[in-house]
């Protein structure tokens, strides 16, 4: 478990002098924890002893071990596909690399089951279809592939979806237009995209709500974010897997589609209507059908359409 997590469990009890370390852990997470017990002691106006409390009450050994975990969370929050590439080598090994890999995204999406609550998928349904104003989808170098998807799938139940593709300037001047009507749907993770940290930033300034697709370290969006949504993301590559966070990107358009309105099914009839007279997609066009399905060389269909 997360030393955040430890840190906001409903479980701990806590005196109002450690409750004043735990809001500055909290607040400037996690470089707040990675001084001196002292200099914590002193930020947090409580006595140095207090520190050494909480730290044990949280089941570590000491400051020392508690520090220790929390640069361990941090380094693994930072690590680069560069710095995995040993550890993770698959050379040498027995298992052929194609079959690891994959029994490792199974695995990795097992886990995404039990890393966000069903409810956080509810409230992101809700604040998604409800929102009066834009949803608005950005990610980083490659999850904002996934938010594309998301909002090719969103625009079918709803008008005022933008997918902000990479953050350009042009992308940038979104921001003057959004307020608390809209919705913000962010994702992020390790090793966290500045511009994207930085749009979210802004966006929460102007009131508007975020929800966030993140990793089990948490994106800095977390803190600004109306709902999060967690997701594994480590495989037997030094590359992250974003499988997990596809899936539950598609899971929560499962739960979407399931509580449709009437007019959200009437929207997607009409998009279907366009598709078909525009013959966007094969089974659009008759004509074309049938010369695709008439055996023979492709001359020969010419030859008969002519």
Known sequence: ???????????????PSEEKIVRLLLAEYPTSGLGTATSLA????????????????LGYDGFADFQAKLLAEVEAR???PLLMMEAKRT??????AILAYLGSVGTAIEKSVSTTPLQSYERAARLLMEARGDVVLLGGRFSRYVAGMFAGYMLQFRPGVRDLGA?????????????????????DYRRYQLDVVDFARQAAARGVRILLFTDQWLSPVD????????SPLEVASPYDTLAPAIAQMEALVAHILSTLSDDARVRIERLEEVRHANAVTLDSDPQENRAR????PK????????
Not at 91 to 96: I, L, W
Not at 299 to 306: G, N, T
């Open 167 to 187: 953050l350009s300037a042009q992308a940038l001047d979104v921001l003057a237009d959004l307020g608390r009507r809209d919705v913000l749907v962010v994702f």
């Open 91 to 96: 050379a040498g090994s027995e298992d052929n």
């Open 42 to 57: 002193r930020r947090a106006g409580v006595s140095d002893p207090t520190v050494v409390r909480l730290v044990m009450k």
């Open 293 to 296: 399905r008439t055996p023979g």
């Open 78 to 80: 930072l690590h680069s």
């Open 299 to 306: 001359s020969a269909r010419q030859d008969q359409k002519s």
């Open 223 to 230: 803190e600004l974010a109306e709902v999060t949504i967690v």
């Open 1 to 15: 478990m997360a030393i955040r997590d430890l840190l906001m469990s409903e479980g701990l009890s806590l005196t």
